[in-house]
């Protein structure tokens, strides 16, 4: 069975140009999550999807950032415009069940804004 | 808001040594979760605990939920270099939310 598959692995950017990051979930898992890891810390959660719902976005910084999960299947996270303190890993995982603690990671994608 | 405080922040310890962490908090959690991170992955569930003095094995790692609610601690015994990587505790103040809080990680390392 794939896990949760996230592209790009890195990016660099310079600030103030947009960024967007791609996870596609493992199969039949309808909760999916999106994290921020910053360098020598643990993931913090940004927003969490219930198919094509996000049901707890309170973490996530609306004035740049963005999400969707349209069908409910893959996701995207936007931010735009970059600033340098976005420099982070951005981790998706995804859940099998509604609320289960259970959740598998993706490898993430390396953000470097310059 | 809550925050898990994990120590040691790390370590470096020879082979077959025994290794110890641990993680408090000021906040009562309902699920207390270990992970492990390689270098360039995602964090990996090792072991998850549920109720308070619940004591579980997973291999060579063992792991407690404290009695008062607000702490963890992960053993991990006769110690191999493929131990080496962060380790995370992740807390569930309310269950079956799935809203992990995640602490600040140990790092460990192993010299064969």
């Known amino acids: 069975e794939a896990g949760v598959v996230q592209s790009p692995r890195y990016k660099i950017i310079e600030k103030k140009q947009p960024v967007a990051f791609w996870c596609n979930p493992i199969?039949?898992?309808?909760?999916l999550y999106w994290y921020r890891q910053n360098l020598g810390q643990g993931p913090e959660l940004l927003i969490r999807?219930?198919?094509?719902?996000?049901?707890?976005d309170s973490q996530l910084p609306k004035d740049r950032f963005s999400a969707e999960r349209l069908k409910g299947v893959d996701s995207t996270l936007k931010i735009q415009p970059a600033e340098l303190g976005d420099s982070a890993v951005y981790l998706c995982?995804?859940?099998?069940?509604?609320?289960?603690?259970?959740?598998?990671f993706g490898p993430g994608t390396r953000l470097t804004v310059t | 808001g809550q925050q898990l405080n994990q120590s040691p922040q790390s370590m470096f310890i020879q082979e077959g040594e025994d290794v110890s962490m641990n993680c408090t908090s000021s906040?009562?959690?309902?699920?207390w979760l270990w992970y492990k991170q390689d270098p360039g992955e995602g964090p990996v569930l090792l072991i998850a605990?549920?109720?308070?003095?619940e004591l579980t094995s997973n291999g060579r790692l063992t792991a407690q939920f404290g009695i008062t609610r607000k702490d963890s601690f992960l053993n991990i015994s006769a110690s191999i270099p493929s131990d080496v990587g962060i380790y995370f505790c992740a807390g569930q103040i309310r269950r079956n939310t799935g809203k992990l809080i995640f602490g600040q990680g140990t790092t460990l390392q192993v010299k064969p």
């Open positions: 199969s039949g898992h309808n909760t």
């Open positions: 995982a995804s859940s099998p069940s509604r609320g289960s603690y259970e959740q598998y």
């Open positions: 999807y219930e198919n094509e719902e996000a049901v707890d």
């Open positions: 605990l549920y109720k308070a003095g």
């Open positions: 906040s009562i959690f309902n699920t």
